[in-house]
């Protein structure tokens, strides 16, 4: 593209909005035009406004940006949101029958049978449901979202072995970073020398998103994964990354040479040249006490999912261990993947795009 695409970010102080910002610097297509957050932050800088809890610099310029009042009026057409779900509920329809195209974090509308839940690695295919949505007739404006940051590195691992072996069941249980919860999230009185298990409504979410994602578009609806799920959600005293235990009941039988090589070659967006797309989308971690948290949540840049572990499983058929970044591939990185590939099929505000590309 010779001209950036103008992009603005509606939540944007928040943990996630912070992330954007921090994987946005220097990105080869968008550009950071407009930034929105609550009552309590418009007008102030954007500097004074957020309390900036990254471990790279706050980009002077976008320090010295003003943060906008959260209405379509003056926004650009591209936004990417993260905003709680009650505000989302609101606000995302407002920006899409605005004509925005709106990518989004939050759950509130995940579930909806004619807003896409994308992980582009696993089900691009589904955007062609935005054309099911009013306002895309209306305006060109649409609703695409993310899965929740648990489920994603889940799905990513789930997805190769489904392709070739089928899955019947599946069985996980989750160890997810603080991070997760926004800032200032769990209070560290509860977290430090402790487990929390239990995070609202994480379980549910986690077992409905996967059979949206790993489904197939059939008219106008996305079909669910036929298969039997069962998640338990905990909080764990990490900052960043999610670790999963996982085990899984297979329709046919794999050896695990069979597993392990359905992860290497799991390469589908190869050749499509999206700038944060991961090489290797799903790593494998050889190390027997491996993946961890510090050590794994940065495999490309954030955007992979490290497994490993695997073994087979005495109740069901295999079991295994991942990995994944929350912020990163689990949030922030997501969207913005999920903005490349809208881009690149034409999709993200088509007047916008043409004129970058000219
Ligand atoms: N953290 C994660 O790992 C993660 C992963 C996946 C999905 N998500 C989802 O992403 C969303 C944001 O999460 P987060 O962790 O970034 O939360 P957060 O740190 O609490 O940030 C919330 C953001 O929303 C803004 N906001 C609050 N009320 C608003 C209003 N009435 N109008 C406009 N903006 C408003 C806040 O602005 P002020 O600073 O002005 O209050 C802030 O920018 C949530 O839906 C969450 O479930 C988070």
Redesign the pocket.
């Known amino acids: 593209m010779k001209n950036k695409i103008p992009i603005g970010i509606?939540?944007?102080?928040?943990?996630?909005?912070q992330r954007y910002i921090q994987l946005l610097e220097n990105h080869p297509w968008f550009e950071i035009a407009w930034l929105?957050?609550?009552?309590?932050?418009?007008g102030k800088k954007y500097g004074e406004?957020?309390k900036w809890r990254l471990d790279t610099p706050l980009p002077r310029r976008v320090a010295e940006m003003t943060v906008s009042p959260?209405e379509p009026a003056g926004a650009p057409k591209v936004i990417f949101a993260?905003?709680?779900?009650a505000?989302?509920r609101e606000?995302e329809p407002a920006f899409a029958n605005a004509g925005c195209a709106v990518v989004s974090?939050?759950?509130a509308f995940r579930m909806s049978p004619n807003v896409p839940l994308v992980i582009p690695e696993v089900n691009g295919d589904h955007l062609e449901m935005i054309e099911e949505q009013p306002s895309r007739q209306q305006s060109g404006g649409y609703i695409v979202t993310n899965p929740?940051?648990s489920t994603i590195g889940l799905v990513m691992a789930l997805k190769p072995i489904e392709e070739r072996f089928g899955i019947e069941q599946i069985f996980v249980t989750t160890m997810q970073a603080v991070?997760?919860?926004?800032?200032p999230g769990v209070a560290s009185m509860d977290i430090l020398d402790n487990v929390v298990p239990y995070i609202g409504s994480e379980e549910e979410k986690m077992e409905a998103e996967t059979l949206k994602l790993l489904g197939r578009v059939d008219g106008h609806a996305v079909q669910p994964l036929q298969a039997g799920i069962t998640a338990h959600c905990n909080r764990v005293a990490v900052v960043d990354g999610h670790t999963e235990c996982v085990s899984l009941k297979l329709r046919r039988p794999a050896t695990r040479e069979q597993i392990l090589q359905a992860w290497g070659d799991f390469r589908p967006l190869a050749g499509r040249d999206l700038p944060f797309a991961p090489e290797q989308p799903v790593e494998w971690a050889e190390q027997p006490d491996r993946p961890q948290p510090r050590l794994d949540r940065n495999r490309g840049r954030g955007m992979a999912v490290t497994v490993g572990r695997l073994r087979p499983c005495n109740l069901l058929d295999w079991k295994f261990v991942l990995l994944s970044h929350?912020?990163v591939r689990?949030?922030a990185g997501a969207t913005i993947l999920n903005a490349e590939l809208l881009a690149s099929l034409g999709k993200l505000e088509p007047a916008a795009v043409a004129a970058a590309r000219a």
């Open positions: 509606l939540g944007a102080t928040g943990m996630v909005g929105a957050a609550s009552d309590r932050s418009s406004a957020a959260a993260s905003v709680d779900a505000i989302a606000m974090n939050s759950s929740n940051c991070s997760g919860a926004g800032y929350n912020t689990g949030a």
